[in-house]
């Protein structure tokens, strides 16, 4: 114990000493409350971050489907142009139409 608390503990006695005891509670309920009101500001804007990340997740995925698609459909027309020249077209020959992607699991 501190000297100045064993003194207030000695003139007031045992009330002193609860007193003593409840301001101390209070004063780290009171340091508790103000980082817990700190954390959840924290979380509120990385919430907001989050947000906005997802957002733009799922707009550059609506993007490149339709990438894809458009891609789909320029190969859909090369080939239609290659089959109507009788294969006399030039150029290097496609493989395998890749996979389609058929949006998240």
């Known amino acids: 114990m501190e000297a100045e608390v064993a003194g207030a503990v000695a003139q007031f ?20 409350e103000r980082q817990l009101a700190e954390a959840h500001e924290a979380l509120t804007r990385e919430r907001a971050s989050l947000d906005a990340l997802l957002s733009t997740v799922n707009a550059n995925t609506r993007a ?6 458009a891609v789909r459909d320029l190969s859909g027309a090369i080939e239609r142009l290659r089959s109507a020249s009788g294969g006399r077209a030039s150029g290097r020959a496609t493989g395998p139409a890749p996979a389609r992607y058929t949006g998240p699991r």
């Open 64 to 69: 490149m489907v339709g990438v894809e698609g």
């Open 13 to 32: 006695g045992v009330a002193g000493l609860i007193g003593w005891m409840w301001l101390a509670e209070r004063r780290s309920a009171a340091a508790r």
